[in-house]
């Protein structure tokens, strides 16, 4: 594997499941993202995570629950979501401070 | 007022034809451009990157910055059917351990 993978591709759940996304970066990099990329909306940042520590947070609702257990691995982790939460959800990663990011394909979820 | 204004598009052109593809911005302290292709069903992958104003070429590709306008442009001369993406634009100011700021991208197809 190459670059920055995820899995599943494609989610379905309901509101009141518990899901986990996964990403998985082989760059050596050490700066991991999580985005939400809505239809006809600018993607929106919701986590980042450097060196490990989240350092930044832009006001997600807590049903988002993100880990990094490693600089390679990041998971989000979904419950009781809403039908509104439906978007493709895409990880990132980068050296830490720079600008350069490299995006995982996306796990297009669907709320049901 | 959005902080990177970008024209969903969709925009289309002959194959052959020079495609001029921009955003606006209203934080003059964004120093960093960066312009992304995002392919259906695949995630962002990095296609030019600029620093401050100026011109930048890579084979086909044009990023040119202005920033007394707080304008960016990408030009494709020669488009090819291969072209035909989202292209999303996004900036930084650098100092925010690589924050991106992103329009909301342009479809762009071009007919063969």
């Known amino acids: 594997e190459t670059g920055v993978t995820q899995t599943p591709r494609h989610l379905v759940m309901g509101m009141t499941n518990k899901k986990s996304l996964k990403c998985e970066q082989h760059l050596g990099h050490n700066a991991m993202y999580w985005y939400k990329q809505s239809a006809k909306k600018p993607l929106e940042l919701m986590f980042v995570?450097?060196?490990?520590?989240?350092?930044e947070n832009n006001s997600v609702p807590s049903r988002f629950s993100p880990e990094c257990p490693n600089s390679s691995h990041l998971f989000l982790h979904l419950h009781t979501l809403q039908p509104e939460d439906s978007a493709l959800y895409l990880c990132?990663?980068?050296?830490?401070?720079?600008?350069?990011?490299?995006f995982g394909p996306g796990t297009r979820l669907t709320v049901l | 007022q959005k902080e990177v204004e970008q024209d969903p598009g969709p925009l289309s052109v002959p194959e052959g034809a020079i495609v001029s593809l921009n955003c606006t911005y209203s934080?003059?302290?964004?120093?960093?451009f960066m312009w992304y292709r995002q392919y259906s069903r695949k995630g962002p992958e990095l296609l030019m990157y600029t620093y401050s104003s100026g011109n930048k070429e890579d084979g086909r590709f044009t990023a040119q910055v202005d920033k007394s306008s707080k304008y960016i442009s990408l030009f494709i001369r020669d488009s090819q059917p291969s072209d035909s993406a989202t292209y999303l634009c996004?900036?930084?100011?650098?100092?925010?351990?690589?924050?991106?700021?992103f329009g909301q991208g342009t479809e762009l197809s071009v007919k063969p």
């Open positions: 990132a990663s980068s050296q830490r401070g720079v600008n350069e990011q490299f």
């Open positions: 995570y450097s060196l490990e520590e989240r350092v």
């Open positions: 996004a900036m930084s100011l650098g100092n925010q351990g690589g924050k991106l700021i």
């Open positions: 934080n003059s302290a964004f120093q960093y």
